[in-house]
Every structure is written in C-alpha cells, then in structure tokens.
C-alpha cells in the first residue's frame, strides 16, 4: 500500500514557475514508477509526466515538453514536478500517481493504482 501527498500548488502569474511534490508512504518507495497527472475544469483526466524506480527513464506530455520536468529523490521518497513557463492552460488540479515499476513508462490513468487527493494550480493571465 502506497499513501501519496502533494504539496506545492497554489496561484501563479503567467510565465511563473511552481515546484509540486508528492510525500510517499512505505520502504520500497525506488521499486514504483511514479508520475503526474491533471485535470482542468470540464476535461478529462490527462497524463503529464512519469518517472521509472530509478529516476533513469522519464516521459513528457507534448504539451509540458521543455517547460516541466520530473524527478524524485528515492532517500527522501519524494517526487517532483518542476513547472516553467507556465500558462492559463496549465490550471487544473494536479494528482501524483505511483504504481509497480516496469520495463516501460506507463502514460494511461488505468496504468496507476495509487493516486493522491490533488493540489490545485492556477495560472492567472
């Protein structure tokens, strides 16, 4: 069982940065993938970033490329998402995600089992 908590969210002017990161609970914290995704009001659920147990492999949306990056720090059993650039089209609730690592990055809401309670972001023009 894996309990996740996200941290980090809040208000931004466009062209800002945030930080997220997400809390996980358990001793095999390096042997999940973990990964975030959002939500913005009225779309669906979308996938944003995923990173391997090790941290070696990691995965972008095409909309997020250059701008977000993933990373964890498996002594600290944190993972982060650092956002720049950020737009009004970045506000949505922000959900981290962790299930059991795989030779691939999973990018599909059904690939997780675990899921955080969210931490909003919104962007302001």
């Known amino acids: 069982q894996v309990q996740l908590v996200e941290s980090g969210g809040g208000l931004v002017q466009a062209g800002g940065s945030l930080r997220l990161s997400c809390a996980a609970s358990g001793r095999t914290f390096s042997t999940y993938a973990m990964g975030w995704f959002r939500q913005a009001p009225g779309k669906a659920r979308e996938f944003v970033a995923a990173?391997?147990?090790?941290?070696?492999?990691?995965s972008h949306a095409d909309s997020v490329l250059g701008r977000f990056t993933i990373s964890r720090d498996n002594a600290k059993k944190t993972v982060y998402l650092q956002m720049n650039s950020l737009n009004p089209e970045d506000t949505a609730v922000y959900y981290c995600v962790a299930d059991s690592d795989k030779p691939y990055l999973a990018v599909g809401r059904d690939d997780y089992q675990y899921w955080g309670q969210g931490t909003q972001v919104t962007v302001s023009s």
């Open positions: 990173i391997s147990g090790s941290g070696r492999l990691t």
